[in-house]
């Protein structure tokens, strides 16, 4: 099965409020990333994270590796928050390796 | 079991030089093949991808060119450097369609340096 579960597939904000995304797993994972994905599909990254929790303007994220799951938090979302939303397990297998989650769209409106 | 490996581990090379990066997959065959691109500051770009020998598609125009002359063999070139070239090239591979959310095994990178 995927070892990665991503929720929401999709997400419908107004701008000033906030949610949260959130990523299962179903085995231990090293670390997890968060993407954004930008109009010409490169993925800009958001946090790493081994462990804990880390915070950058209106984005917070947090990774638990022993209870296996991470969430990102949008909060006081902007109309240039909506896009796609990624987050990737790093795992060792033979070397790195990335598993991505189905990703979340997420559309903010006025 | 599958292995990827990538060469040189690190360049430094300057302006306007010739640039060829290369990325070899053993045990897995006719796998899809990515260049990655991650700029200081963690923006991983994908520049190209490939699904089988001959045939690539350019993501992102950078300047740069790719190959896939055999199975397992992936490479990345230029004649002539620029600055903004700089950063650390990923060479990747996937078993499944290049469309779809899988999982990507990385080499080890390749850290080059335009001067």
């Known amino acids: 099965g995927d070892q990665v579960e991503q929720s929401p597939s999709a997400l419908s904000l107004h701008e000033g409020t906030g949610s949260a995304l959130r990523c299962n797993f179903t085995?231990?994972?090293?670390?997890v990333q968060w993407f954004r994905k930008n109009s010409r599909g490169s993925l800009i990254n958001l946090f790493y994270?081994?462990?804990g929790t880390k915070e950058n303007g209106r984005l917070k994220s947090a990774f638990d590796s022993k209870e296996r799951y991470s969430t990102l938090h949008i909060r006081d979302a902007q109309l240039e928050d909506s896009g796609t939303y990624f987050c990737?397990?790093?795992?060792?297998?033979?070397?790195?390796?990335?598993?991505f989650g189905t990703g979340t769209t997420v559309s903010v409106s006025p | 079991a599958q292995t990827i490996h990538q060469w040189p581990v690190a360049e430094i090379k300057a302006v306007g030089s010739p640039l060829s990066l290369g990325c070899t997959i053993k045990?897995?065959?006719?796998?899809?093949l990515y260049w990655y691109w991650q700029a200081t500051g963690g923006t991983l770009q994908q520049l190209f991808y490939?699904?089988?020998?001959?045939?690539v598609e350019s993501v992102v125009q950078l300047n740069l060119s790719a190959s896939r002359p055999k199975d397992d063999q992936f490479i990345l070139s230029t004649e002539k450097l620029l600055l903004s070239h700089s950063g650390f090239y990923l060479c990747?591979?996937?078993?499944?369609?290049?469309?779809?959310?899988?999982?990507?095994?990385f080499g080890a990178g390749t850290r080059l340096s335009v001067l």
């Open positions: 990737a397990a790093e795992v060792y297998q033979g070397g790195r390796a990335l598993i």
């Open positions: 085995t231990t994972m090293r670390a």
């Open positions: 990747a591979w996937s078993p499944l369609g290049v469309r779809s959310q899988n999982t990507l095994y």
């Open positions: 994270l081994a462990s």
């Open positions: 045990g897995k065959s006719s796998p899809n």
């Open positions: 490939s699904i089988t020998v001959g045939q």
